[in-house]
């Protein structure tokens, strides 16, 4: 008989973030009463958070499989073919909730989290990036959640030993009450030597593995499910504490044990911790799991099975054994320090069994638990399709030139040397292009052939129109990566949105969902992994709709990498892609003029596939000497940004038959700014005319200022001290805020 230890109240049951109609599914499950441990079990795998029951059926939708795919979505992160063998293997996911309550912590544990996922795969992390998202500057609490999650994201990353080569930081008052943190992590594999969590076999020890399970953490998958009110700061126990230097030697104790042979199936302790490692082992291998929870490590005393099975003590590990290999595996366990305990076994029975100083605490169907959760088809309205603004709308600035230095220098386009120069994108000694390109380059295993990452999302664009804005997050990131010359290969996904409740809400998410699902489909680049991070709300303000991307690619030769820097003086400079002069939605618009209006630049996903082949075509030929996506800003912050890293100037000469300020600052996409020898321009010219590429020379490189045709010259210096100079000067403004 099962002890019903707590009486289980409504009141209880919505503290858990189950619905009344969730628990009556329970109760028509398991006939009976659930104990208290059993649902906080229930609770932690049928949130948001675990479940995806809000997305699963939109999630479908996406293109997930391709030639170089070895394994797309469902497991801890998606594995991609990149040649002689090897795997990269990455995902994303997010902490926000965390990194909003106790911004070190929640930012350092997304960072230990994701990278778990990877190493649980098999692979050896070699790359990290991060996407940032903080109020407004002027809001009384970005500074410190700002300084808080970089230092966190920081902390852990540089002390496990992984660099932290590129990212995104940007600022909105809508993240004033709920910021965003999204990690991304990749990893080197053996392509036949990828690991999984479907546990196979019957009778099988299940080990623990790593740290000690303490009170840390409990119900923060719960608590990433809901929005915050004002008593947000109360959940602060449920923010984990990290220890990178814990997870380092986890991930080579891992690491040989999987050399070892011994190892059947693995699953990292994330999310509701042992509850939802051990149910997913097991219900993707239809089998039981029985656990005896003395036998689990604990550095604290008395903790109940509610709190043992909710935990997300950090740095550990769930692991099925061949039982033969069970001393060998101990052994190499106890070398790097670290714990490890047989906790139970697979069964043939497909339940879930919970004991405790030899009472059954929990005993439920696995099955309902892990893969067949509630899934929701709720109800969704389409985001009205704004009208487009028109050049004639969107005045002229007086002085241009003075506005591109204001450009440079917001919050949004500003330099985050502050940001990254606290990171160490060096470690390990490949990363050959470092933060604040266009996407970051890591050799891989110090050999000829490299590996390009990049994250991009503009939040603006998804909010006037979720699908447009869906596509164009990812044709910027394939876009990124063509710059700098690589083969877009596939991308993990970050859907950030608000309470997936609110049929416009969940309009915002299904547009985006179509978006990508459009884009990747047509520049054939699929989602192998991802994260959705719903009921980012405070108060009842949702967030802007933010589906991050994380693209990989490949480069065959890292000698033939792009950067964006000029090169040399006396360069031609070419615009790749066709301007029209599109304002709406653009930086210009917003940030100058305070125009929030119109409809974002439309995606021709067709010239972003055509005139990206061609880019790269020409950066593997060596006939460019730097390259540029146009983004954010249009053509004169693209050239500025180019100038800024070099330290050589340009004069730029418009050439389309439109007002000065939309060819300047106009945010059309599908474009890139590329630089070659002047004496080889003509002949790029020609072949982009054969290929139906548009392409035009619009300047030549050289000098120590910026000019555009007609306006006044702005000097290097002045351009430089602009863009580097706001991040460092709002950081040192005041002291970060005490909580």
Known sequence: MIPNDVKITP???????????????????????????????????WNEHCSYKSSKKWLRTLPTTGPRVICGPGENAGVVDIGDGQAIVFKMESHNHPSYIEPYQGAATGVGGILRDVFTMGARPVAALNALRFGEPDHPRTRHILSGVVAGVGGYGNSFGVPTIGGEVNFDESYNGNCLVNAFAAGLADADKIFYSKAEGVGLPIVYL??????????????????????????RPTVQIGDPFSEKLLLEACLELMASGAVVAIQDMGAAGLTCSAVEMGAKGDLGVELDLDRVPCREAGMTAYEMMLSESQERMLMVLHPEKEEEAEAIFRKWGLDFAVIGKTTDDLRFRIKQHGEVMADLPIKELGDQAPEYDRPWVETPKPAQLAIADVPAPNDLSEVLVKIVGLPDMCSRRWVWEQYDHLIQGNTAVGPGGDAAVIRVDHGGKALAFTLDVTPRYCAADPREGGRQAVAECWRNLTA??????????????????????????????????????????????????LYNETNGKGIQPTPAIGGVGLLPDISKRMTIAFKAAGEAIVVIGETKGHLGQSIYARDILALREGAPPAVDLAAERRNGDFVRGEIRSGALSAVHDVSDGGIAAT????????????????????PLHAWAFGEDQARYVVTLPEADADAMLARAAVAGVPA????RTGGAELTLDGCNPISLQRLKSAHEGWLPAYMAAAPAEAL
Do not use: W
Request: proline share 5%; net charge negative; aromatic share 4%.
């Open 11 to 45: 009141e209880l049951v919505a503290e858990h973030g189950l619905k009344p109609d969730e628990y009556q599914r329970i109760l028509d499950l398991i006939g009976r009463e659930p104990t208290l441990t059993e649902l906080g079990i229930f609770s932690a795998m």
């Open 210 to 235: 790593g740290s000690k399970t303490g009170r840390d953490g409990i119900h923060g998958a719960t608590m990433a499910s809901a929005e915050f009110d004002e008593d947000s700061e109360e959940k």
């Open 484 to 533: 700098v010359g690589a083969e877009p290969l596939a991308i993990t996904d970050n859907l950030n949105f608000g309470n997936p409740e609110k049929p416009e809400i969940m309009g915002q998410l299904v547009g985006c969902i179509q978006g990508i699902g459009d884009a990747c489909r047509e520049l054939d680049f699929p989602v192998v992994s991802g994260n959705v991070s």
């Open 639 to 658: 050239v500025a940004e180019m100038a800024i890293a070099s330290g050589i100037g340009a004069r730029i000469e418009p050439t389309a038959d439109l």
């Open 696 to 699: 035009a020379r619009i300047g």
